[in-house]
Antibody, heavy 118, light 112 residues
Framework: QVQLVQSGAEVKKPGSSVKVSCKASGGTFSSNTISWVRQAPGQGLEWMGRIIPFLDVANYAQKFQDRVTITADKSTFTAYMEVSSLRSEDTAMYYC???????????WGQGTMVTVSS | EIVMTQTPLSLSVTPGQPASISCKASYSLLHGDGKTYLYWYLQRPGQPPQLLIYEVSNRFSGVPERFSGSGSGTDFTLRISRVEAEDVGVYYCMQTIQLPLTFGGGTKVEIK
């Protein structure tokens, strides 16, 4: 049974960066796409981007292209999502989710709350 | 990008009664491979979303039979035949035919 375990909550200052991790256990990692989804407080779901660890290829939503970097470490079965130049509007819950193909986002991480505040 | 529009924004349902949620895409989700890349998720309060329906009408493992999906091209519907208390939450549709992946705005289902 695949599980995705994310790193803990973060409180950051405006202008700083945050890096959230998502560790997979119990199943294949490299061949599955890992996406990152953002949810601002009380708002809906927003896809940020994804990575295919096997190919080390990442795709991004245009909105996040300039400030978000998604990477993966195949040796530790861990995906990372870094947001730079943080602003208050980045305060949100960040989820990673697995996409094995036919059933996208069938497994989700528990979420990581990032709060940006001076 | 493909815009996904869900209606209604919210729904208050008596237990045992049916419920229906609509999702309209700004572009056809039918791919040349014959598959339609439309999915439904439920996000219960305080939890990450969970997959309910994949490729329009296929129930994911463990999803009760009271959930069903239908539609084609740009118009889709999620139906709950008899709403139960555990069905409370926000329902989202999502498309994966084109990047960026996009979600509908969500439909909040409450129990009367």
């Amino acid at each position: 049974q695949v599980q995705l375990v994310q790193s803990g909550a973060e409180v950051k200052k405006p202008g700083s960066s945050v890096k959230v991790s998502c560790k997979a256990s119990g199943g294949t990692f490299s061949s599955n796409t890992i996406s990152w989804v953002r949810q601002a407080p009380g708002q809906g779901l927003e896809w940020m981007g994804r990575i295919i660890p096997f190919l080390d290829v990442a795709n991004y939503a245009q909105k996040f292209q300039d400030r978000v970097t998604i990477t993966a470490d195949k040796s530790t079965f861990t995906a990372y999502m870094e947001v730079s130049s943080l602003r208050s509007e980045d305060t949100a819950m960040y989820y990673c989710a697995r996409d094995p193909g036919a059933t996208p986002f069938d497994v989700w991480g528990q979420g990581t709350m990032v709060t940006v505040s001076s | 990008e493909i815009v996904m529009t869900q209606t209604p924004l919210s729904l208050s349902v008596t237990p045992g009664q049916p419920a229906s949620i609509s999702c309209k895409a700004s572009y056809s989700l039918l791919h040349g491979d014959g598959k339609t890349y439309l999915y439904w998720y439920l996000q219960r309060p305080g939890q990450p979303p969970q997959l309910l329906i994949y490729e329009v009408s296929n129930r994911f493992s463990g999803v009760p039979e009271r959930f069903s999906g239908s539609g084609s091209g740009t118009d889709f519907t999620l139906r709950i035949s008899r709403v139960e208390a555990e069905d409370v939450g926000v329902y989202y549709c999502m498309q994966t035919i084109q990047l960026p992946l996009t979600f509908g705005g969500g439909t909040k289902v409450e129990i009367k």
